[in-house]
C-alpha cells in the first residue's frame, strides 16, 4: 500500500462518523427496543471506550467499550431472537461518540481512523453472527448451555474480523507492517477474550438480576484485570531496568550519550516494518539496548594497553549478556552484531540472525549521524554501498522506507 | 493433634521401646529414620489422620453437595491450585480460595446439601499438585491434604450455619451473603495459615514463613477473594442457575488466574535477569567476584537478626546488589590504586555514590534501594560521604547502615591488589571499634550474632594487621614463611 494522503485520511476520518451515526440513525428507526433503552445503550459504550485496559503490547489499545459491545444483543434479545436492528443502532451511535470523543482528546487521524473501522466492523460482524445463529433450539436465551454456541461463534468471527482488518487497514506512515499488527493482536488475545467473556456475563445475568448484574460480572473481570496490569507493569519495569543498566557505558564517559536509546527505538521500528512477530521485536529492542554494554570493559587498564576492536566489544558484550539467565537468547544476537551479514560467494550466512543484520544497519546509521556528522541522506547511502556484503539489503531497504515516511531525505534537510 | 494422631510417638512413651520392636515393625523402622524425616512423619501423619477423620465425619454428618456442580468446580479448583502463583517473596496468592466459596454459597443455599463435606473434599483434592509428585514428594501433600480439608471444612460449617436456613433466594441474601463469605475466607485462611505455621516450625526448626506483621496482606487478600466468590455463587441462585453463566464466570476466572500466573512467572524470570545482569557487569571490573553476593548475603544475615519482614529482606538484597554499581564508571586505576588516594581522586571515588543515583534514575521499583546503596559511604554519626538527601550530620537509615557495615566487612576480609585479606577477628575488632562514629551500633551487634550462629569464617585466618598485610601483599614468598 502507498503512502495515504494525510488530507484524505483526514477526510475519510470526518466520513467516519457522519456515516456510522447514520447507520445508526437509520436502524433506530426500525429498531424493536425503544430509544431510551438504545440511548443507555450507546452511552455505555462511550462510557466504556473511555476506561482503557492493560495490554501487553501497546499496539494493542483495549477499553471496557468492547465488553460493552459484546453485552447489547444479549441485552437487546427477546423470546424472538436478537434485535438486530437495535444493536446496529446502538453501535452506530456509540461509535459515532466515541470517534467525536477521541478525536477530541488530541488522538490523529491516521491512528484513530483504522481503530475506528476495525471496531466498527468487528462488532457488526459479531452481532450479525450472533443474531443469525440465534434461531432454532438458540432462539430463547435460558441461561443454559444452548446459549453458549452462538456467543462463541459470534466471537470467533469477531476476533478473525478483527486481525484482517488489522492486517489490511494500515494508514499513515508505513511503519508498523500488516503482519506485525496482525500478530500483535494475538499476543492480547487472553484480555480481548476477558472483555468479551464478562460482556456475555453481563448480558446473561441482566435478564434475571437486572442492574445488579453490572457489579456481579464485574467482579471477575476485576480479579483478571488486575492481572493484566500486574503483567503489563512487570514488562514496563523490566525495559526500564535494562534501559538503565544497558546506560551504564554512557554515564561512565566510555559510550556515545543516547547511542543505544536511539539505536533501539530505529531498530524497533525497522523489525515492525519489516514485519517480523512481536517475540521478535522485543528481541531487536533488548539486543539493542545491550549492544555497547561490552563498553564497561574500557577503562580496564590492559585493555587500553592491548587496544580492541568492534569484534572485541561485541564479544564482551556478549559475553555480559550471556552469564544472565532470561537474557542469554540475545547474547548470540548481540555476538554477531558488526559481522557482515554475508560472505562473498555464500547466499547468506545462517550464523548472522535477522536481529544482528538490524542492530547492524541501526547502529551504523545512528554512528554515522551523531558521530559522524552525516545527514540522514549520506549515512542511507553509505548503508546502501556497504549493501554487498556488510549490511543485509532488505534491512537497509527498510530503513530507506522508515526515514522516507518521516521525511528525512529530502534533500533541502541536507 | 500431635499426640493423638501420632501412634508411634505415643506408643513409644507408654509402652515401651522393647516391646514396641517386637509388636510393631513400623516403630523400628520409624526409629532407624533420619531425623528430618522423622519430623517430617511427626506432621504429615496426624495431619492426614485427622484430615481423613474430618472429611469422613463430615460425609456422615452433613448432606453431600450436588455432584455435577461439584465436579465442576473440583476441577477448576485443582487447575488452579496446581498453578498458585508467588505474588510476593513467600507469599501465596491463589484465587481457589474464590472458587471454593462460590462452590460453598451454592452448597449451603441450595435445599438438600450442606457445604462442609463437599468443601472440605474439593480442597483436600486440591493438595495433590503435580509438581510435588514430579519432584517425588510425599510429606507435602499428605500434610497439605490435612490442613486444607480442615481449612474447607471450617470455612463451610460457617457457611452452613449461617446460610442453610435460607428458604427465599432473592436479591435480599446478598448482604448476608456477603458478610458469611468474608468470614469464612477468614477461617480458611486462619486454619490454613495456623497449620502450615505449625508445620513448618516442626519440620524446619523455625518460624519463618512470613511475619505475622505481615499477615494482614495475606488475610486481606483472602477475604477479598472469598467475598467476590461468595457473590459470585449467590448471584448464580438468584439468577435461576443458569450454566451457561457458570461457564462464562469459569471462562474469566481462568483467564485472570492464567494472566496472574504468567505475571509471576515473568517476574521470576526478570528479576533473575536484572541480577544476573548486575552481578556480570560488576564482576567485570570489580576488584573481587563475588563482592555484592556477599554483601548481599552479609546484609541478609543481619536483616534476619534484626527481625525483618519478607519485604524489607528483598529490599535490601537488592540494595545490597546495586550498592557498587556507580563505581563501574570511575576509572579502574583509581578503584586498584595502591597507595592513599588524593584529593581530586579522592572526589572522583565518592562520586560513585551519586552515580547508582543517576543510572537507576528511571527504574521505579529499585528507587527505595537506590536511597539505601547511595547512603551506604554515610557514618552513623553523620559524617562520610552520602547521596541524594545525604546531609552533613543527618544519620542515614538503618538500611544504609546495614549496607555500610556488611560492605566494611567484606572489603576487609577479601583480598586488595595492595594488600591480602585480614582475618574476621581483625575486621570484627575493626567494626567495634567504630562502632557508634561509622558504623551503626545495633547493627554490628547484630552481625555479630548472625556471624557466631552461621559458624562460618570469612579472611584469612592470621592476617591481624593492616601493615602486614599490606607487606604481604608487596613480597609474596613472606606468605610462605608466615
Known amino acids: ?414 | 493433634m500431635n499426640d493423638a494422631g501420632s501412634p508411634h510417638t505415643s506408643g513409644n512413651m507408654s509402652r515401651g521401646p522393647m516391646r514396641l520392636l517386637r509388636l510393631n515393625p513400623l516403630g523400628r523402622r520409624y526409629r532407624r529414620l533420619e531425623p528430618a524425616v522423622q519430623r517430617r512423619l511427626k506432621i504429615a501423619v496426624p495431619y492426614f489422620l485427622t484430615g481423613t477423620g474430618v472429611l469422613v465425619l463430615s460425609y456422615l454428618v452433613f448432606d453431600p453437595p450436588v455432584w455435577s456442580v461439584w465436579i465442576l468446580f473440583a476441577v477448576l479448583y485443582i487447575v488452579l491450585e496446581s498453578f498458585s502463583v508467588e505474588v510476593n517473596d513467600r507469599l501465596f496468592y491463589s484465587s481457589g480460595i474464590m472458587v471454593v466459596m462460590t462452590a460453598g454459597v451454592i452448597f449451603a443455599i441450595q435445599p438438600g446439601s450442606d457445604a462442609v463435606f463437599g468443601m472440605a473434599l474439593t480442597c483436600g483434592l486440591g493438595a495433590y499438585v503435580p509438581t510435588d509428585f514430579r519432584q517425588r514428594h510425599w510429606f507435602q501433600p499428605m500434610a497439605n491434604f490435612g490442613q486444607m480439608v480442615l481449612s474447607g471444612a471450617a470455612a463451610g460449617l460457617l457457611l452452613d450455619a449461617n446460610l442453610g436456613q435460607i428458604t427465599v433466594i432473592d436479591r435480599g441474601i446478598l448482604l448476608r451473603v456477603a458478610v458469611t463469605s468474608s468470614l469464612a475466607a477468614l477461617a480458611y485462611a486462619t486454619v490454613n495459615n495456623l497449620l502450615v505455621r505449625k508445620a513448618v516450625k516442626t519440620v524446619y526448626g523455625d518460624d519463618n514463613l512470613q511475619p505475622w506483621s505481615q499477615m494482614h496482606i495475606l488475610f486481606t487478600g483472602q477475604v477479598t477473594m472469598g467475598l467476590v466468590g461468595g457473590l459470585i455463587g449467590a448471584a448464580y441462585l438468584i439468577a435461576g442457575e443458569p450454566p451457561a453463566v457458570l461457564v462464562l464466570m469459569v471462562g474469566v476466572y481462568g483467564i485472570g488466574h492464567m494472566s496472574l500466573y504468567a505475571f509471576a512467572q515473568l517476574r521470576q524470570s526478570h528479576l533473575s535477569a536484572i541480577r544476573g545482569f548486575v552481578k556480570t557487569l560488576e564482576a567485570k571490573d570489580m576488584y573481587t567476584r563475588g563482592h555484592t553476593e556477599r554483601v548481599a548475603e552479609f546484609a541478609q544475615m543481619i536483616g534476619e537478626e534484626l527481625r525483618f519482614t519478607g519485604t524489607q529482606m528483598e529490599t535490601i538484597k537488592w540494595a545490597a546488589l546495586i550498592h557498587d554499581l556507580g563505581k563501574l564508571a570511575v576509572p579502574t586505576e583509581l578503584i586498584r590504586k595502591r597507595g592513599r588516594l588524593d584529593d581530586a581522586e579522592y572526589a572522583e571515588m565518592k562520586a560513585h555514590a551519586h552515580l547508582v543515583e543517576e543510572i537507576l534514575a528511571e527504574v521505579d521499583f529499585l528507587q527505595p534501594m537506590v536511597d539505601i546503596a547511595s547512603g551506604h559511604h554515610s557514618h552513623y554519626d553523620g559524617r562520610g560521604y552520602g547521596g541524594r538527601g545525604h546531609t552533613d550530620g543527618s544519620t542515614p537509615s538503618l538500611e544504609a547502615c546495614i549496607v555500610a557495615v556488611a560492605d566494611a566487612f567484606d572489603a576487609m576480609t577479601s583480598a586488595r591488589s595492595y594488600r591480602m585479606a585480614l582475618s574476621q577477628q581483625y575486621a570484627l575488632a575493626e567494626l567495634r571499634k567504630h562502632s557508634g562514629a561509622q558504623f551503626h551500633p545495633d547493627v554490628v551487634d547484630a552481625f555479630e550474632r548472625g556471624l557466631a550462629k552461621s559458624g562460618r569464617r570469612w579472611g584469612a585466618p592470621h592476617v591481624n594487621d593492616e601493615e602486614m598485610a599490606r607487606r604481604l601483599a608487596e613480597e609474596p614468598e613472606l606468605t610462605l614463611r608466615g
Do not use: C
Open chain 1, 1 to 414: 500500500m502507498a503512502d495515504w494522503n494525510p488530507r484524505a485520511v483526514a477526510a475519510l476520518s470526518w466520513l467516519y462518523p457522519i456515516a456510522v451515526g447514520g447507520f445508526g440513525l437509520y436502524f433506530a428507526s426500525r429498531a424493536a427496543t425503544d430509544p431510551f433503552t438504545l440511548l443507555v445503550a450507546a452511552t455505555a459504550l462511550v462510557l466504556g471506550s473511555l476506561v482503557g485496559v492493560a495490554t501487553s503490547n501497546a499496539d494493542n489499545r483495549f477499553t471496557t467499550g468492547l465488553a460493552g459491545a459484546a453485552a447489547i444483543p444479549f441485552v437487546f434479545s427477546g423470546n424472538q431472537g436478537v434485535d438486530l436492528a437495535g444493536t446496529l443502532a446502538a453501535y452506530g451511535v456509540g461509535l459515532a461518540a466515541v470517534w467525536a470523543l477521541r478525536y477530541s482528546r488530541g488522538e490523529g487521524h491516521a491512528e484513530l481512523l483504522p481503530v475506528m473501522i476495525r471496531r466498527f466492523a468487528g462488532y457488526v460482524t459479531y452481532t450479525v453472527v450472533y443474531s443469525a445463529m440465534r434461531v432454532g433450539p438458540f432462539q430463547t436465551l435460558t441461561g443454559d448451555w444452548v446459549d453458549l454456541p452462538p456467543f462463541i461463534a459470534a466471537l470467533v468471527a469477531w476476533l478473525a474480523v478483527e486481525v484482517m482488518v488489522r492486517a489490511m487497514l494500515v494508514l499513515g506512515p508505513r511503519e508498523l507492517s500488516r503482519s506485525y499488527l496482525a500478530r500483535a493482536m494475538l499476543q492480547d488475545l487472553n484480555v480481548f477474550v476477558g472483555l468479551a467473556l464478562t460482556g456475555a456475563l453481563f448480558g446473561e445475568l441482566w435478564a434475571p438480576l437486572g442492574w445488579w448484574a453490572l457489579p456481579i460480572a464485574l467482579l471477575p473481570y476485576s480479579f483478571a484485570h488486575s492481572a493484566f496490569r500486574r503483567f503489563q507493569q512487570t514488562k514496563v519495569t523490566y525495559k526500564q531496568t535494562i534501559r538503565a543498566l544497558a546506560r551504564i557505558p554512557e554515564v561512565s564517559g566510555l559510550g556515545v550519550d543516547g547511542h543505544a536509546d536511539r539505536t533501539t527505538a530505529l531498530a524497533a521500528a525497522i523489525a515492525k516494518e519489516m514485519g517480523v512477530g512481536p517475540a521478535i521485536v522485543e528481541q531487536v529492542e533488548f539486543a539493542a539496548l545491550m549492544h555497547d554494554i561490552g563498553r564497561v570493559s574500557l577503562n580496564e587498564p590492559q585493555v587500553l594497553r592491548m587496544g580492541y576492536t568492534d569484534d572485541d566489544i561485541a564479544r564482551w558484550s556478549a559475553e555480559i549478556i550471556a552469564e544472565s539467565p532470561f537474557m542469554e537468547r540475545v547474547a548470540d544476537d548481540v555476538r554477531h552484531q558488526y559481522e557482515a551479514y554475508r560472505k562473498p560467494g555464500e547466499q547468506e550466512d545462517p550464523a548472522i540472525s535477522i536481529v544482528s543484520r538490524i542492530i547492524k544497519v541501526a547502529a551504523a546509521y545512528d554512528w554515522k549521524l551523531h558521530q559522524g556528522g552525516s545527514t540522514p541522506l549520506q549515512a542511507l547511502e553509505a548503508l546502501h554501498a556497504g549493501a554487498a556484503y556488510e549490511y543485509d539489503p532488505e534491512v537497509v531497504a527498510s530503513l530507506r522506507r522508515i526515514l522516507g515516511a518521516r521525511h528525512l531525505l529530502s534533500p533541502s534537510r541536507a
